[in-house]
């Protein structure tokens, strides 16, 4: 019963490294999210997936791309990683309709220095 | 919702105080309302929803909400908190087009 899985737990970039977070869920979820949370800033909306073939830019999309590589995996990747992307990056997973409510995962402490 | 806002950013209290937590949002036809909590170093988890019918929502953890809809408000309450509850509270919408609107988080921390 493992529901929304990230990795890596933790990560440390250098400047313009690149990397991908990956996450997978096992709820048959259509829709899945990725988040950024920074203090005092709340969960910011990078990208979500409606369902399985798309994706759509959230509150925050610069600087990320994403694969919704099918219905249960959703990366996000940093292609040229910036400080301003230290985070702690959130993946969720929900049924994307009302009254459904988003699971998430256990998240994702990056440091760029 | 559109937006959701906390105006509490930081709460501190004792042992067995009663807790409430204020969460407004924006109109936008049909309400779906959430409340998260988020242990130190953990996950986000669900405490309550609100989608229809009875305004007043319990959850777990003896954790209620009020969805008061002249008020656009949807404030999570406790009436005996323990030093377990130390934790971020995030109030949360569902916008209608698959997105889930996240307010600024309420810090509380109780004191043994």
């Known amino acids: 019963n493992a529901g929304v899985t990230q990795t890596p737990k933790f990560q440390v970039l250098k400047t313009g490294q690149s990397m991908t977070l990956q996450c997978a869920q096992d709820?048959?979820?259509?829709?899945m999210y990725w988040y950024r949370q920074d203090p005092g800033m709340g969960l910011r909306l990078i990208y979500y997936?409606?369902?399985?073939?798309?994706?759509d830019k959230g509150e925050v999309p610069n600087g990320y791309n994403v694969s919704r590589l099918n219905k249960r995996e959703f990366s996000l990747r940093l292609e040229s990683a910036a400080p301003s992307q230290t985070s702690v990056y959130f993946c969720?997973?929900?049924?994307?309709?009302?009254?459904?409510?988003?699971?998430f995962g256990q998240g994702t402490r990056l440091t760029v220095v | 919702a559109q937006s959701v806002s906390q105006h509490n950013h930081h709460v501190i209290l004792s042992e067995a105080a009663s807790l409430e937590l204020g969460c407004n949002y924006s109109?936008?036809?049909?309400?779906?309302l959430f409340w998260y909590v988020q242990y130190p170093g953990q996950h986000l988890q669900l405490l309550l929803k609100?989608?229809?019918?009875?305004?007043l929502v319990k959850g777990i953890k003896g954790f209620e909400a009020e969805f008061i809809k002249s008020k656009f408000s949807f404030n999570l309450r406790k009436p005996s908190v323990q030093w377990s509850d130390t934790a971020e509270y995030f109030c949360?919408?569902?916008?209608?087009?698959?997105?889930?609107?996240f307010g600024t988080g309420t810090r509380l921390k109780v004191l043994a």
């Open positions: 969720a997973s929900s049924e994307g309709d009302w009254g459904t409510e988003a699971f």
């Open positions: 709820m048959n979820h259509n829709s």
């Open positions: 997936s409606a369902s399985e073939g798309t994706t």
């Open positions: 109109y936008g036809g049909t309400v779906n």
């Open positions: 609100y989608f229809s019918g009875d305004p």
């Open positions: 949360a919408g569902y916008s209608g087009t698959y997105k889930y609107i």
